[in-house]
């Protein structure tokens, strides 16, 4: 089916996932509330790291190659800790535990659906994509 299609697809699943765990409260049980969508989040993860990688090296010379997968592995690790970053200060900004847990959650679940809304417009619509 295709890179971008496996990346869309893994995107909207940890969105979904990330939604689902925004909605956990104080009460809320560990199989339906945190389990599950923790299950979702971490299949749309290991989903779309392999697609990310593989569009970050995709035409690209082979003398090239080493630099350009050392830079997709650098664009990961810096993508996640400047999201984490983001979440931090949406946390920071309210009182509630409950509260700062599910708005953090919720602002995951915007950026992912960002990513997707990127990766459906310039690598799904891509003819080489």
Known sequence: IGNGAVLAQALLL????????AQAGADTRFLEGIAGPMVLVGLGN????GPLTISGVARVSNNDA???SGLVNVAHQ???TLGLSL???VFAAHQLLAHQISVAL?????ML???LLVTLLFIVR???G
């Open 14 to 21: 940890g969105g979904i996932g990330m939604i689902w765990l």
């Open 46 to 49: 290991g989903a779309a790291l």
């Open 66 to 68: 080493g630099a350009a």
């Open 78 to 80: 810096l993508g996640g």
């Open 87 to 89: 979440l931090v200060v």
């Open 106 to 110: 919720t602002g995951s679940a915007i």
């Open 113 to 115: 659906g960002l990513a």
């Open 126 to 128: 891509s003819p080489k």
